[in-house]
């Protein structure tokens, strides 16, 4: 099973949840960090580093000796990453997202291939677990690329265990890669004002894929937006509810498990039972 935690806002304790059930999984699983503008995974599950590795997208290389300046390259790009200058194209490499469309469109062939690192994948060990992490470069755009190789590596590791994927907040074209191959989503939301309307638009975002959809109410006593009366009205299964203590913060402020509380150990596990039958 792959199973994508998603959050319509940061700041929701998605990460801590996805930690907690990891705790309480009842077999070893693989966890893949693709929230890969901000991984913090790791922060919690204390992986052990094995491996790491860059990963890159293709851009083109202008070969200038071949080059005619007959502009299709720059009239097809809608990135603006190739224009005419000096007599020649030149390429803006940081702007490409490698659609591959001007490589087609050349008639000099004068396109090479090149490439642009945008980030790396770093895998480890944690416990019984594999994490697999995705961090995109500092000033790099382009998430989606890297969060899915992030996610084929996750699936080719799993080979038959579960897959958790803990997902980029929001609803935006990167958290709709991270659960597009998922085969379950659970949302992670908490009963304020601003957890409740993001929680709403995440719900509208992912229900056209059909996935099934659970939840887990975060910092529940917080605030009183009426996050439960939401789940009933739309049929969707309250899993687990993490009180709001400030001896929870403590242990999220040191880095620890959130199922190191008993009632949230307890509540974890039922949730994980659910989700996996
Ligand atoms: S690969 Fe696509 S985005 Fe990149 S320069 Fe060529 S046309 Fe533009
Ligand atoms: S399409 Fe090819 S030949 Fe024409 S300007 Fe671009 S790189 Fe040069």
């Not at 989503?185 to 509208?204: K, N, R, S």
């Not at 939401?230 to 001896?247: D, G, K, W």
């Amino acid at each position: 099973m792959i199973l994508a935690v998603a959050s319509g806002k940061g700041g929701t304790g998605k990460t801590s949840v996805v930690a907690a059930l990891a705790a309480v999984w009842p077999a070893g699983a693989v966890l893949a960090d693709v929230d890969v503008e901000a991984p913090n995974l790791h922060l919690f599950v204390h992986p052990v580093p094995e491996s790491s590795e860059e990963v890159g997208v293709e851009t083109p290389v202008v070969r200038a000796e071949r080059c005619t300046a007959c502009g299709a390259c720059a009239d097809l790009c809608q990135f603006g990453a190739i224009a005419l200058l000096g007599g020649r194209a030149q390429v803006f490499s940081e702007m490409c997202h490698s659609c591959g469309g001007c490589f087609r469109v050349c008639p000099a062939d004068a396109l090479a291939r090149g490439s642009r690192v945008v980030g790396e994948i770093t895998t480890g060990r944690a416990g019984r677990h594999t994490v697999v992490t995705g961090r995109l470069r500092l000033g790099e755009a382009m998430a989606p690329p890297l969060m899915r190789e992030v996610l084929a590596r996750a699936i080719a590791l799993a080979a038959g265990r579960d897959l958790l994927v803990d997902a980029p907040p929001g609803v935006s074209c990167p958290a709709m890669t991270a659960v597009e191959q998922a085969d379950a989503i659970l949302l992670v939301t908490e009963p304020t004002p601003f957890g409740l309307h993001d929680f709403q638009l995440a719900h509208q975002a992912f229900a056209p894929l059909g996935k099934p959809m659970a939840v887990v109410i975060n910092r529940d006593g917080l605030g009183d937006a009426p996050v439960g009366a939401y789940c009933r009205t739309h049929h969707l299964p309250v899993l687990a509810r993490i009180p709001y203590s400030s001896e929870l913060a403590g242990i999220y402020a040191r880095g620890g498990s959130l199922a190191e509380d008993p009632v949230v150990r307890a509540a974890m596990e039922a949730a994980a039972g659910a989700l996996r039958a």
